[in-house]
């Protein structure tokens, strides 16, 4: 299951960047790689502590279409961990670099992420992101991570 859910948050990424960098068409179904890996009311904690619930971060992503051509992620595997599963949710955490995010006033940082997914055999992973907890991970102990995966991104 910890490969189902690495694989799903990577394709959420993927998606998200590749929509933020104005990366296919601004349509519905140019919208459809995020939304098919994320529940409709999909709640977020952001690093700074605001909360976004009942999918409005897909609202707000929506209208963000070409906002931003040098934003990068990068989900290293190996900071990738299940916490817990059962018969309906699988929780994971994982660190996530960024690079250019226009939000943060740095050229890159990175965050940790906690996930809740619900189980669901239509997506593409078996899984749908319902429930993210951000932070930000302390500037002094970013030196440890290997930032190539998000160098390779760029």
């Known amino acids: 299951m910890e490969e189902n859910?690495?694989?799903?948050v990577t394709a959420a990424n993927t998606a998200?960047?590749?929509?933020?960098?104005?990366?296919?068409p601004d349509t519905?179904?140019?919208?459809?790689?995020?939304?098919a890996v994320c529940h409709p009311d999909l709640s977020i904690v952001h690093p700074r502590?605001?909360?976004?619930?009942?999918?409005?971060?897909?609202?707000?992503?929506?209208?963000?279409?070409?906002?931003?051509?040098?934003f990068?992620?990068?989900?290293?595997?190996?900071?990738?961990?299940?916490l817990h599963e059962d018969t309906n949710t699988v929780v994971a955490e994982?660190?996530?670099?960024?690079?250019g995010s226009k939000a943060v006033?740095?050229?890159?940082?990175?965050?940790?992420?906690?996930?809740?997914?619900?189980?669901?055999?239509?997506?593409?992973h078996g899984l749908v992101i319902w429930r993210l907890h951000e932070s930000f991970v302390p500037a002094d102990e970013?030196?440890?991570?290997?930032?190539?995966?998000?160098e390779a991104a760029t």
Request: proline share 4%; net charge negative; glycine share 8%.
């Open 72 to 82: 990068r992620i990068a989900t290293p595997r190996e900071h990738a961990r299940l």
């Open 142 to 150: 970013e030196s440890d991570f290997d930032w190539s995966p998000l």
């Open 105 to 124: 006033g740095r050229p890159r940082h990175a965050r940790r992420i906690t996930v809740i997914c619900l189980k669901d055999e239509t997506a593409p």
């Open 16 to 24: 998200i960047v590749k929509w933020i960098n104005g990366d296919g």
């Open 49 to 70: 502590g605001s909360h976004q619930d009942h999918g409005a971060l897909l609202s707000d992503l929506r209208g963000a279409h070409d906002m931003n051509r040098d």
């Open 28 to 35: 519905d179904a140019g919208f459809a790689g995020l939304r």
């Open 5 to 8: 859910v690495y694989a799903t």
């Open 94 to 99: 994982f660190i996530e670099l960024q690079a």
